[in-house]
């Protein structure tokens, strides 16, 4: 199960490289034009945030409409029907279920981030249009429009606030250190190394 989805990930990544690569320079290039122009602070780990939530946002654009992944057509109006239609611990469940769910984690935590919302509501209604706009779409290129994805994308990212919520806690209780930019932006310097060197191997570049 896991070797699939990550199988599906690195082809992903593998159809959208080129795309992503130019999009993602042309928007840090505009960017750093950007707060030089108007003598903005450059905080790193905020900015790698930004491009980071980008980032996901094509993955899930070019997962949700893999063709592949999902042959059936038609639609699902009636709330639970597909949910309960796998068995509990199966891998359809998991990757259906589960899958529906942990891929709109990553939503719920970012759009928090951006909105820093005090209640749960915004999140909810941006995830319930987000999701629905999603089976739309699918349903448009032949695939199903399914109310019980939108259910679980919406659960996903609910847990997604609460990883947002719980995070600004344990803050709270840190040492001061952590509390200072460099910090974060040593952390993300180093994913963004992980991130070019795993790009750079998927260009089938060679680094060693």
């Not at 070797?3 to 690195?10: A, E, G, V």
């Not at 319930?128 to 990212?157: K, M, Y």
């Not at 952390?187 to 060197?197: A, E, H, K, Q």
Request: aromatic share 14%; glycine share 4%.
């Amino acid at each position: 199960m896991i070797s699939r989805i990550i199988k599906i990930i690195t082809e992903s990544v593998d159809n959208m490289w080129p795309m992503l690569t130019i999009f993602l320079v042309i928007i840090a290039t505009v960017r750093i034009a950007a707060i030089k122009s108007n003598n903005e602070k450059l905080v790193f780990y905020k900015e790698f945030g930004s491009l980071l939530f980008i980032v996901y946002i094509f993955l899930l654009y070019e997962l949700l409409t893999r063709t592949e992944l999902n042959s059936i057509s038609g639609y699902n109006l009636v709330p639970f029907t597909e949910i309960f239609r796998y068995p509990i611990g199966s891998d359809s469940f998991y990757f259906n279920v589960v899958g529906n769910i942990a891929i709109f984690i990553p939503f719920g935590y970012f759009i928090s981030t951006y909105i820093k919302p005090h209640k749960i509501l915004p999140i909810l209604i941006v995830s319930v249009i987000s999701s629905t706009t999603v089976e739309f779409v699918q349903l448009c290129i032949g695939r199903s429009f399914d109310v019980d994805d939108i259910l679980l994308n919406a659960i996903g990212s609910i847990i997604g606030f609460l990883l947002y919520v719980a995070l600004n806690a344990i803050k709270k209780y840190l040492p001061s250190i952590f509390g200072k930019d460099i910090i974060y932006n040593i952390i993300c310097f180093i994913i963004l190394i992980f991130i070019v060197l795993f790009l750079l191997n998927r260009m089938g570049v060679n680094i060693a």
